[in-house]
């Protein structure tokens, strides 16, 4: 399996920007997914994840109320939706498969990982 984050680029704070991930094949539709940033020299942390079937998502507080986490099992899509920018949301953003139908917020519940798309915010 292959997943392919798209979407990243360099945007203003207060911008917004909708991040990608597609499935190499449909893979994933029963499971959840989870979206993951990591930030120069520090540590991959969770961004947001949503159930098997959309139905439930959770965020990571940091961007609570900024973005939304969406899923289009038919297409083999997971969005992020991103609004209000901050040049601390500047990272490496990778989408994950999780284990399961319902995902927590650790890397070790996810399986397989996008190669992962750059978003800077400037100031």
């Known amino acids: 399996v292959q997943l392919q984050a798209s979407g990243g680029g360099l945007v203003q704070a207060g911008d917004s920007l909708r991040l990608s991930c597609a499935a190499s094949?449909?893979?994933?539709?029963?499971?959840?997914m989870g979206w993951f940033r990591q930030a120069p020299g520090k540590e991959r942390d969770f961004v947001a994840t949503?159930?098997?079937?959309?139905?439930?998502?959770n965020y990571a507080d940091s961007v609570k109320g900024r973005f939304t986490i969406s899923r289009d099992n038919a297409k083999g899509v997971t969005y992020l939706e991103m609004s209000s920018l901050k040049p601390e949301d500047t990272a490496v953003y990778y989408c994950a498969v999780g284990l399961r139908a319902f995902a927590g917020t650790a890397p070790k519940d996810y399986r397989y990982w996008g190669q992962g798309t750059l978003v800077t915010v400037s100031s």
């Open positions: 094949r449909r893979t994933g539709t029963n499971n959840a």
């Open positions: 949503i159930s098997w079937n959309g139905g439930i998502s």
